[in-house]
């Protein structure tokens, strides 16, 4: 049968090559030589061949990489001799909070004993400058954060964060999450088997209405988590017995884990120049925080202080019309969010440091700025004293229910008597805190609660 003027298809026209107008490439047959004769041009011949290849080989050639990747890698882990920690949280550095610092201390702490931590993190999509999504620390700490799909900033679920769980959990040995008022923990519960830890970082309140009532539909919810941990992790005391106030039959694994504040940080932290002295509140801006109650003593302060403020959130607004309205505008100074190095040199700054937070589970903004150098002034309650003792620093602490003129009275005597020292030396460190974690997590790996 004869060859002569076969008809070779072409994956796609020519045309789009090299503008020519033919549709086919003919191609006649030497049936003594046995090869094409007089093809087409050899530029649109190899446009053909490299279409193939880019649209129909590489795909298969990148797969075949990946794959061997992952081959490879899990080759790698099966050696690793490191514990492998996986930390699940609503929030991360650079969102403001304390609950994210306390997780970004943790998890460097870790890693400095050489565990391989592996962060994943939460962030709202309503931001304007989006984190980076992968980010790696240290050969020891990476962090991957995942885009909140409903539930707003304060109640945020990423979907996408369980179903990495989900589908990477032979990568991890230990699973930690963090925050017992956002979805991430509870989803977590189900996600896989690995031993599961949990931090609270535990209000048992709700610092708005709508939290209240949120917290009447989550909190037996919520049980699933406490019941499943093999560890309850808590910041002090005070968090702990309101916890079991909530929660009584976790008495057993509940246990308490001080946290601390790094004071290295505030090695060679020059201060800000100011023309008299600072009163600083930092953190974020929430209804439960009373900023309020701090911008209304300031009527009543003497002494030409100033007030700086240091955060954002939801009740921004509100206290800047608070401002206004007490006209307080010449001493109160509202900064928003700021960087690490500008907080700290806030901290540095500052004279006082003050907190009137209704709940909190340690109270670390009251501790950095102590640390720094400032006296605190703060409400007293069981978390602000627990941490003051424990850090062995002095307080003011005044009754959640005093009025403006009591807390400026307590920032005015506070001012007269600063201190004379920075409190640089502390009895326990992050690595400490690390070391305690990290021996939780191998008791629960060698005598699983669970399994009992």
């Not at 075949?64 to 080759?75: F, K, N, P």
């Not at 109270?363 to 002034?377: C, F, Y």
């Not at 409190?423 to 669970?450: F, K």
Request: glycine letters at 6%; aromatic letters at 8%.
């Amino acid at each position: 049968m004869s060859t002569v003027g076969t008809v070779l298809p072409l994956v796609k026209s020519p045309t789009s090559y090299l503008g020519a107008t033919a549709s086919t490439v003919v191609a006649r047959w030497d049936p003594c030589r046995g090869s094409p004769m007089r093809a087409v041009p050899t530029a649109v011949a190899w446009s053909a061949v490299r279409h193939v290849f880019v649209q129909r080989l590489r795909p298969v050639q990148v797969l075949a990489r990946r794959r061997s990747a992952h081959r490879l890698e899990a080759r790698l882990m099966a050696r690793d001799t490191r514990l492998r920690v996986a930390i699940a949280t609503p929030s991360y550095p650079p969102d403001l909070g304390g609950l994210g610092n306390h997780v970004h201390d943790l998890a460097a702490a870790l890693a400095d004993l050489g565990c391989a931590v592996s962060v994943m993190s939460q962030f709202s999509t309503r931001v304007k400058a989006r984190p980076p999504l992968i980010e790696r620390y240290s050969e020891n700490l990476t962090v991957r954060r995942f885009p909140n799909r409903f539930g707003g900033h304060r109640f945020g679920y990423a979907p996408s964060l369980r179903r990495y769980v989900e589908h990477n959990d032979g990568d991890f040995d230990v699973l930690h999450a963090f925050g017992s008022h956002a979805p991430v923990a509870l989803a977590m519960t189900g996600a896989t088997d690995k031993p599961f830890f949990f931090s609270p970082v535990f209000h048992a309140a709700g610092y708005s209405r709508l939290a209240d009532i949120a917290h009447v539909a989550y909190d037996p919810v919520a049980k699933r988590i406490f019941e499943k941990a093999e560890v309850v992790f808590c910041s002090s005391n005070a968090e702990r017995d309101e916890i079991l106030r909530l929660y009584p039959f976790c008495a057993d694994w509940a246990k308490v884990v001080a946290i601390t504040v790094d004071s290295s940080m505030y090695e060679g932290v020059e201060p800000f120049q100011t023309d008299r002295p600072v009163i600083l509140s930092c953190g974020r801006l929430d209804s439960y925080k009373r900023v309020g109650s701090v911008i209304e003593a300031m009527t009543h302060v003497d002494g030409g202080a100033e007030l700086v403020i240091c955060g954002s959130g939801p009740d921004e607004s509100r206290l800047r019309t608070l401002i206004d309205r007490a006209g307080v505008a010449g001493s109160v100074r509202m900064l928003g969010r700021v960087s690490d190095e500008d907080l700290h040199r806030w901290q540095r700054t500052a004279t006082v440091v003050v907190s009137l937070s209704t709940h909190e589970s340690f109270g670390l903004s009251l501790a950095e700025g102590a640390v720094a150098g400032a006296t605190i002034v703060a409400f007293d309650i069981a978390a602000h004293r627990q941490m003051a003792d424990a850090m062995g620093v002095s307080a003011a602490f005044v009754p959640t229910s005093a009025t403006p003129e009591t807390v400026a009275a307590a920032l005015s005597d506070a001012l007269d008597h600063p201190l004379t020292s920075v409190h640089r030396e502390l009895p326990r460190g992050w690595g400490d805190v690390a070391r305690d974690t990290m021996a939780l997590y191998e008791h629960s790996l060698a005598s699983p609660r669970q399994s009992a």
